[in-house]
């Protein structure tokens, strides 16, 4: 009995050692990729309070920005200065904007939550039953269409998905925007949850409801091909197995 009881808390022990150790290492890679990217927009060709300004501000004006954006520092010191104020969850003003960069992403992450959810239903769905008929035909002609579509959803990159998407679905055959999330001469909802869809429905809007689906369409699918055919795989493995 306490042979059973220590072997439990070493495993418990080993898990809570193994979480951690993947916590740190996550947290390290995140600051390198944080660093990576802050010293390459900094070395990139261009002064940013002047593109801020544009080219005919004054030169103490743009000074006065450089200073408040702390671009007279040396490098690793704007940086010190920027991952300060991200760990405080202040990221800075858009150049673009003029706006706080957390208000800009507030803004965008309902719509890219809401691609996220979509994406996961595609993979979860036709994963699990292309990976399911790929296993029950196992050998037949339906097994290895599911096996050519698995990988070929894993080999390629989702961007020729897209590309492929548009150019078929956009303009040879225009049944699919190609962009935006719901159309110009379509009345949006009134923002409940910050996802169009579940908006519409609340609000009982079907006409954009179904707008703003089809909108959902090619990026879902240009997305989810990779982890769908992963699944895929998995699935019929597993089943293949048993």
Known sequence: MKGTQFDKRSRLNRQLIYILRRLIYS???LL????????ISRIMPG????????????VEVVQRLRAEMHLDKPIFIQYAYWLKGAVRGDFGKSLITDRPVMEDIMNVFPATLELAFYILIF???IGFGMGTLSARYRDTWLDNMGRII????VITPPFVFALFGMIVF???IPILP????????????????????????????????FDALRHLV????SLGLVGMAEESRIIRGSVCNE
């Open 218 to 221: 090619l990026p879902t699918i």
């Open 47 to 58: 002064d940013p309070a002047r593109m801020a300004l544009g080219s005919r501000a004054p």
């Open 178 to 209: 190609p962009m935006g999330r719901i159309s110009p001469d379509i009345a949006a909802p009134a923002k409940i949850t910050g996802f169009m869809t579940v908006d519409a429905l609340i609000q009982g809007n079907f006409i954009a409801f």
């Open 150 to 153: 698995s990988y070929l959803g």
């Open 32 to 39: 390198g990729l944080s660093l990576v990217i802050f010293v």
């Open 27 to 29: 947290i390290l890679v």
């Open 123 to 125: 993979m979860t769905v």
């Open 170 to 172: 956009a303009y040879l």
